[in-house]
């Protein structure tokens, strides 16, 4: 499976951005899959995660109620909609895919993804 991601870029505290990331492969049905994010420096973060279906969804603690992910199997792509953007937020922001089975116990495991897209930048800045 091969990821693209897109839709980062420059917003003042407070705005909104959609991270999208398409996939190229047949289908993404098999495959649960998250969004993590990297500072320089330091290791990259779970964002959020939704599982094959999209019927369920984890969100890490300092994006949960400002962050929706969500996934339309059928155009193969994934979404991650972020509103009331802080500073901290800024981050290289990754897509990434894991086998359907392993998201109830590794959703959050960057370790645990085989597939991944090569990053787009988010910037948070007045």
């Known amino acids: 499976v091969q990821l693209q991601a897109s839709g980062g870029g420059l917003v003042r505290p407070g705005g909104s951005l959609k991270l999208s990331c398409t996939a190229s492969?047949?289908?993404?049905?098999?495959?649960?899959m998250g969004w993590f994010r990297r500072v320089p420096g330091q290791e990259r973060e779970f964002v959020a995660a939704?599982?094959?279906?999209?019927?369920?969804?984890e969100y890490a603690d300092d994006v949960k109620g400002r962050f929706s992910i969500s996934r339309h199997n059928a155009k193969k792509v994934m979404t991650l909609q972020m509103d009331g953007l802080k500073p901290e937020d800024t981050a290289v922001y990754y897509c990434a895919a894991l086998d359907w089975q392993s998201y109830r116990d590794h959703y959050n495991d960057a370790s645990a993804y085989g597939y991944w897209g090569q990053g787009t930048q988010v910037t948070v800045s007045s």
């Open positions: 492969a047949s289908t993404i049905s098999p495959y649960a």
């Open positions: 939704t599982s094959w279906s999209g019927g369920s969804t």
